[in-house]
Nanobody, 123 residues
């Protein structure tokens, strides 16, 4: 199994910044893509940003130019730097990762979610 643990959420005023972290642990052989999703009350969970093992990134239009995703492959950790935060960024942020668990001989695909971290932006 592969577990994801997020940290870094909190309460911030509009225009402020927060940095989220998500560390993967367990029987990890390789991680392909790591990403951040968010879900506000009454809304569906949506992709915020994702990054591949090679560093390719993808962002939701609503966060382009304000959020930056990065990862440390050696630490199996992904980060989300959030700047110029807006009240509409308020949501529970979830980390996601998929790849292969086990070893080079016996592996299987995995897809894991973190428990979520609350981000609240006050106006």
């Amino acid at each position: 199994q592969v577990q994801l643990v997020e940290s870094g959420g909190g309460l911030v005023q509009a225009g402020g910044s927060l940095r989220l972290s998500c560390a993967a642990s367990g029987s990890i052989f390789s991680i392909n893509t790591m990403g951040w999703y968010r879900q506000a009350p009454g809304n569906q969970r949506e992709l915020v940003a994702a990054i591949t093992s090679g560093g390719g990134t993808n962002y939701a239009n609503s966060v382009k130019g304000r959020f930056t995703i990065s990862r440390d492959n050696a630490k199996n950790t992904v980060y989300l730097q959030m700047n110029s935060l807006k009240p509409e960024d308020t949501a529970v942020y979830y980390c996601n990762a998929y790849g292969r668990s086990g070893d080079a001989v016996t592996w299987k695909d995995f897809a894991s979610w973190g428990q979520g971290t609350q981000v609240t932006v006050s106006s």
